[in-house]
Nanobody, 119 residues
Framework: QVQLVESGGGLVQAGGSLRLSCTTSVKIFNINHMSWYRQAPGKQREFVAGITSGDRTNYVNSVKGRFTIFRDNAKNTVYLQMNSLKLEDTAVYYC?????????????WGQGTQVTVSS
């Protein structure tokens, strides 16, 4: 369906910053909602941040004030700016795209990118 390519993960010290990128295979204005999830070892995948086509955003409480989701329509890319990173932020981060029509709801996932925060 929608192909998503993620980048930007890596190793960072606690208190540092990373910016994750998710580039879509279709024009991003055709995607109703995009979001970031994360999954730590042995834990369930959890919602982190989301943005609608109308630029409404929401975040899980644990990242409010530290993470920002935004997009660049010209680049067909959604970003997750992560500041003041904590050890607890270590996880594989996944990009997701939702396309809604009158007949269907489709969810696409990226391959994931590893974020590791060290002390």
């Amino acid at each position: 369906q929608v192909q998503l390519v993620e980048s930007g993960g890596g190793l960072v010290q606690a208190g540092g910053s990373l910016r994750l990128s998710c580039t879509t295979s279709v024009k991003i204005f055709n995607i109703n909602h995009m979001s970031w999830y994360r999954q730590a070892p042995g834990k369930q995948r959890e919602f982190v941040a989301g943005i609608t086509s109308g630029d409404r955003t929401n975040y899980v409480n644990s990242v409010k004030g530290r993470f920002t989701i935004f997009r660049d329509n010209a680049k067909n890319t959604v970003y997750l700016q992560m500041n003041s990173l904590k050890l607890e932020d270590t996880a594989v981060y996944y990009c997701a795209a939702d396309v809604y029509t009158s007949a269907s709801e489709q969810r696409s996932w990226g391959q994931g990118t590893q974020v590791t925060v060290s002390s």
